[in-house]
Every structure is written in C-alpha cells, then in structure tokens.
C-alpha cells in the first residue's frame, strides 16, 4: 500500500520546474550536455525492425532513451526506466524484474515463468533478467518497443520488449571516468576506455563499483540495519572489420552483487502468529524498517558473452547472433516477516540459457525491405533448492523443494515491406515457434546442516517424495501488418495489427507436471510520427487496444508460487510523447499514457483478505468478499495477518500495475561560459496508482518523483563537478507488494528515499 505523504505547493513547483518534452533526446552517449550548433533535435535511429532505422520512418511505437536522458533523469537501473517511459511498470522481483507494458505482465518470480515483456541487451534474450544485472553503465540507448513483438524478435512477447543497446567502441582513444559520492555512505565509481586494438579493430571496456553503507531503514528486532548493498562488474566490447564485407562484434560481461532490502509488513497491514502459538497481533514498522528475525540478503552472479558476425553477400546480408548467460543468485529471509522464528527460507536459484538466431536481411536500397530468420533458445532455470526452517516445520529439520524447468526453443520468421502506393508501404510479418518445455522436481526433508546461512549442505535426508515430471509442446503462429503513410517528408501514420504469444509454463515451486495455458494478444494500433520547424519539436502518438486471452496470473501462497489463467482482458489506452529544442542550449520533453486495463472474464481468481475484514457469506459463516466459500486458515481475528485463498470473481476488475494515467516530464538547460558551462537539468514523473493484485483491494496509492541535477562542465566537458539529487520530495511508495496467505499477510518493499550526492566525471 503505497504511501504518498506530499505538499501540494512543491509538487506543483517542481512540475512548472521541469516543463514539456520526450524520452527519445539522441545525443552522443559520451556528451552529457545538450548544446548543438543550432536548435534543432537529433535524428534518433533504432533497431525495432532488426535493422536500424530513423525512428521517425518506423510504423512501431518505440521510446528511446539515450545515455544522456538516462542521466538527467536519473535513472541509473532498469527499475527506474519508469521515469522516462511512463508505459512501463517495472518492479524488483525475489529474483527476476517483473517488467509490465500497458497493463499487460506477471509476475514472474518463479524460475522458469519468463516475463510477458521481454528483456535483452545488443538484441540478445534474457531468459532471466534480475534487478541488479542492469546498472546502467557504458549504455549507449535503451529502446521500449510497446505491444506485441511476435514477429521479429527472438523470443515472442506478448506485451513488448526492453531492448539495452551498450556503447559500441571506436578506433579513437577515449577514457572516461566518474567518481561520486552520497548520503547513506554510498560511493559510486565507474569508468569506461576505448580505442584502436588494431588496424580495424576497436575495443572498450567498462567497469564499475558501487557501495551503499548505510541502510535505508533498521531491522528493530535484530538492531541491525537495512537497505544497503554493493555491485561491481565490467563489461568487455570488441569490433572488427575482419574484411570489406565481414564485421565481427565480440562482447562478454561479468557482474556481482548483494544486496539487504527487506520485505515487511506495508502501513496498517498486521501479521500473526503460526496456530501451535497463542494470538498475537503485529504492527507494521516504517516503510524502510522491519521486524523480521532473520537477515535478508540477496546475492547474485552473472555472466556472458555475445557473438555478432555480419556477413555482406551480393543479395543480402547474412547476420548470426550467438548469445550465452549464466546467472545464480541466493535470496534468504524471514518467510513470515516478523519477529517469531517460524518460518525461514533459502532460493538457491540458476539459470543458464544459450541463443542462436540467423538473420538474412535485404540490402539498403532494395525496392522491397525484408528479412527472414531462424532462432533457437536452449534455456535452464531452477531452484537446487528452495529450503525452509523454522518452528512451522519442526525443530532441526529442513524442507526442500527442488524445481527445475527446461525450454527448447524454435523457430523462423520474415518480414517485408513495400511501397505499394505513392507515399503508402505495407509491412506484413509472421513467426511460427515451437516451445518444448519441461519440467522435474521433488521435495525431501531432512536435518538441518551445520552452516545455518546454507542448512541444505551438510543436511542429512529423512524423507523424498516422489519425482514429479512433466513435458508439453506449444506451438503457434504470430503475426504483424502495418500500413504507414508519408503525408510529408516529416510527417507519418500508420496503422498496425499483431499477435504476441507467451508459451505456457510448469510451476517449479514446487514443481507441478500440468502447466498453465500459453497467453495470446491481439494488438491494434493507430499512431503518428511528426517533426515541426526544422525538427525544432518531435510529437509521436498513437491509440492502442489489445485483446489478450488467457491471461497468466501468479499468486503466493507462504512462498508457494501458484500459477493461473484468466479467461480474457483488454488493455486500451493513447500515448504521447513530445519533445522541443526550445533554444540550441534548452531541451524540453514530455511522455504520457492514459490507460484502461481490466479483466473481461476471471471466474476463480485468487482472493483472500486480512482476517478483520471478513464478512458473513452466503453460508452464514465468515468469508472472503467476492468469494462464496467460507474463510479459512487463520480465521481468528484476535491474530493478525491474512486467510487462506479462495476463488472469487475479478471480471471487470483493472489489471495489476496497470495506472489510468501516468507522465514523466523534463528538461535540460547549458548556460555557456565560454569553454565552460553551467548544466541543469530535471525529470519529474507521476504516477496515478494502481492495484498490485486481480482482487483490486490492495492499492499502490498516486505519487510524484521529481529528480535534479546541476553540473559545471568545464574546458568543453573534459571535467564535470555535479550535484544530484532524486526523489527530492521524499515519496514513500512500494517498489513492490504481495498479498500472501496466512498469518503472515501482505509484504511490500520499499522504492527509494530521498538520495542526493555529488560527483565528478572525467573525459580524455
């Protein structure tokens, strides 16, 4: 439950503040400032099209943010990628990022749920996108592409994708550096060096290390703090012109973390006692704090490498891109997030996946654009296990679930478009994938082993249920058709029709040998491209409505992550993005999204409800609202917490994380001073709030983040001393939420305080 506390004054403010304009400023992604020899924008280019392209010539609603947008807004993680897309809905999972666009995603914490929006980096697919794999270091872009990607990327998503495009190294020597410094003891390095290896060949490198000391909050059980942690890593990018028609791109990456920020019970939610113990009613403690009798940590590992070859023939150009990743992560905490031992748990999650994708495109110039493609998917991802301790399972034992999921993925695909009328081209596209899952897992029980932050090594095994297996075969075709229109060299509409997939899934916590249904979208758009007076002002919009049928659904249960299907919802709704070079010094953007979400059919839905506000149902005993059945697990309201579960009806009810309106706003202004310059810059993003669960009661209320930054840039930007500062206003909100049944009840994570620092960056 979100909790936005703010003065209507210094909202109103920083708002006139920041002024109008878009996500998409394309500047060189080494040049912080926004100085150009005359007002006029930058032509952006993307590769929503799997070739790059002036964004303004695609029929496809994409939003762009360069590395200098990323800065002034301050987004440094790709949970904060909200700030400048206001589609998106981005939360830190217990494991993955739960990525949602316009209303439609999941929640996919469970190992081998993929995401209904679709992550990759230099378009490469991650299975498994964790929070802290994407500190936004050595970005050159980061492409949104909304609805339905079925077609031309490598993994079919339903609801979009996140498309990271790193810098991309040049035979000119740079080296850049930053060093930074923050409240709560936060020090903030990184820096990135490049140039010619050989003849035609380039290299850079990036590296960072970032340290948070002090915590956000304080576990006021154990009188330790939380909410801090640290990252490091590096990335590796090698380019070379093997010959006039050969071009090799290499590129491997490395990244460690840990991190310590607790779930706990959100403002004026309560959690109890396990049965065997007499009731007990507990408070939430600050939004930052906790009670827990644990230590939460979150640790994980990540690396991989990328294999490009481009291959120039008489026709075409022939492209293979190989792509590998392996990641682990352990994620301990207190189950029932309070100050009772009762419940403990361990996910020791891996996952592993390798890509190939061959890509044969039409050459520049060729009266007809096409490619056509294959692609394959080989991914792992499981729990090796997940464990629980506690008074709830029995003094000195351990249980163990052990989940693994594994996908092999096929498929071909093309696209083409043609001019079939004077200013009037037609794009028609289609895939046809096959998805071979399965899925193996058991449960043990055993004695608790003599490491008690690892109980499950050294554990000595009592009892192991059977093996559960499970297989099924998915297949589908998808589609894409697009009609746009030049009604001037600067002015364009189209309009779009398209199916997204999401292959069904096995649950893997614990493991259950029948699956979910695949999840299928039909997307209709309509939309428009423009640039005005000398491409001084950019204004894109479009108008969208999607039919989604078995939407997939995940709900939790003690840990126990339980997979459903909806029967059908819709998601309608415009965007609008603008942006204007005001003066050659002042850059103005604005992006927003009107959005309505719902569930058309969801007979079953899960429902459940604090124990106080049960009601009589029609059997006269107490019940969930919405359900039929009467309440059970944890029905005394003389303890705290939650009821189990039951199916209730969520027809017609909004979407999850899906906000009726949302914007994002900024601005960046150079004062010159000759070879020097001052730099100012804001983002201010409000969001209008949202349900977390199908139910609807549980709600992230309405909230603004306004974020600053003032530089001096000097002798042309070779050094920059910056101050910063983000969530200026002190916003409580939640990063993230779940209703969870049983005693424990409801737990939420908190997004950011107030941070503020300052920093100097290093340019040769």
């Not at 604005?590 to 079953?604: E, I, V």
Request: hydrophobic share 35%.
């Amino acid at each position: 439950m979100g909790v936005v506390m703010q003065k209507k004054c210094s909202i109103a403010c920083a708002v006139l503040l920041a002024g109008t304009s878009t996500v998409g400023y394309a500047q060189s992604s080494s040049d912080a400032g926004v100085a150009t020899s005359s007002p006029q924008l930058e032509e952006i280019v993307v590769t929503a099209q799997r070739r790059e392209e002036k964004l303004q010539n695609v029929p496809v609603s994409v939003s762009v943010a360069s590395a200098a947008t990323l800065e002034s807004a301050g987004v440094t993680n790709i949970q904060a990628l909200t700030k400048v897309s206001p589609s998106l809905n981005i939360n830190p999972g217990q494991g993955p990022v739960e990525v949602f666009i316009r209303g439609i995603g999941n929640k996919n914490d469970a190992a081998g749920n993929e995401g209904s929006a679709a992550v990759y980096v230099d378009g490469v697919y991650v299975a498994r996108p964790t929070p802290e794999l994407f500190a936004f270091r050595g970005v050159e872009r980061v492409e949104v592409l909304k609805g339905p990607q079925g077609t031309l990327f490598g993994r079919n998503s339903s609801a979009g994708l996140v498309n990271i495009i790193t810098r991309t190294p040049t035979d000119v020597p740079t080296m850049e550096a930053s060093l930074g410094y923050g409240n709560y003891d936060t020090v903030d390095t990184s820096a990135y060096v490049s140039g010619g290896l050989a003849p035609n060949v380039a290299v850079g490198v990036t590296g960072f290390y970032s340290v948070q000391n002090r915590g956000w909050g304080r576990n006021v059980t154990l009188n330790e703090k939380v909410g801090f942690g640290r990252r490091w890593g590096g990335r590796v990018k090698l380019v070379a012109d093997v010959t006039d028609t050969t071009k090799v791109t290499l590129s491997a990456d490395y990244l460690k973390a840990y991190t310590n920020r607790a779930f706990d019970l959100p403002p004026g939610r309560t959690s109890g006692n396990p049965p065997y113990l007499p009731p007990m009613v507990y408070a939430a403690t600050g939004i930052y704090d906790t009670d827990a009798d644990t230590p939460y940590y979150f640790r994980t590992k990540s690396y991989s490498g990328m294999a490009r070859i481009e291959q120039d023939l008489s026709f075409a150009r022939l492209v293979s891109i190989s792509g590998y990743r392996k990641t682990t992560s352990y994620n301990a905490a207190d189950g029932d997030a309070g100050p009772v031992p009762s419940f403990q748990y361990q996910l020791d999650n891996r996952s592993e996946q390798f890509s190939e994708e061959l890509q044969l495109l039409s050459r520049a110039g060729s009266p007809i654009t096409w490619v056509a493609g294959l692609y394959y998917l080989d991914s792992k991802d499981g729990y090796y296990p997940v464990s629980f301790q506690g008074s709830d399972f029995g003094p000195g034992l351990t249980v163990n679930l052990f989940g693994e999921s594994k996908v092999k993925s096929y498929a071909g695909f093309g696209q083409a478009t043609a001019q079939i009328a004077n200013n009037l081209n037609l794009t028609i596209g289609a895939r046809y994938t096959v998805d071979k899952s399965k899925v193996f897992g058991f449960t043990t029980v055993g004695l608790v082993g003599p490491d008690p932050a690892h109980p499950v090594i050294g554990s000595t095994e009592i009892v192991r249920n059977p093996d559960v297996v499970g297989s099924k075969t998915f297949k589908k075709l998808t589609w894409r058709g697009a009609l746009d229109y030049k009604l001037a060299d600067d002015a364009m509409i189209y309009a779009s029709v398209s199916r997204g997939y999401k292959a069904g899934v096995f649950e893997t916590l614990p493991a259950n040998a029948v699956p979910i249904n695949p999840e299928t979208v039909d997307a209709y758009e309509i939309g428009f491209k423009s640039e005005m007076l000398d491409r001084r002002v950019r204004i894109n919009g479009s108008l969208f409505w999607s039919d989604i049928k078995n939407p997939q659904v995940s709900f939790i249960r003690q840990t126990f992550v339980a997979l459903a299907n909806a029967g059908s919802a819709r998601s309608r709704g415009a965007e609008l993005e603008l942006e204007l070079a005001a003066t050659k010094d002042l850059r103005l953007r604005f992006s927003g999204t009107y959005l309505d979400a719902k569930y058309r059919s969801f007979t079953g839905a899960p429902f459940n409800a604090p124990n106080t506000d049960l009601i009589t149902g029609p059997s006269g005993l107490p019940t969930v609202p919405g359900c039929v059945d009467p309440a059970t697990v944890n029905t005394n309201p003389a303890n705290g917490g939650n009821v189990d579960f039951c199916q209730g009806d969520a027809s017609g009810h909004r979407l999850p994380r899906a906000p009726k309106f949302a914007f994002s706003t900024g601005f960046d202004y150079r004062i010159p001073l000759g070879a020097d310059a001052i730099e100012l810059s804001s983002n201010v993003s409000y969001n209008d709030g949202f349900f977390w669960e199908p139910q609807n009661t549980t709600r992230q209320k309405s909230y603004f983040l306004v974020d600053a930054q003032i530089a001096y840039a000097i002798d042309d930007g070779k050094v920059r001393i910056r101050g910063w500062g983000r969530n200026l206003t002190r916003t409580k909100y939640y990063a993230n939420l779940y209703e969870q049944a049983g005693a424990t009840g409801a737990v939420g994570q908190a997004g950011a305080p107030r941070t503020y620092g300052v920093a100097v960056d290093f340019k040769f």
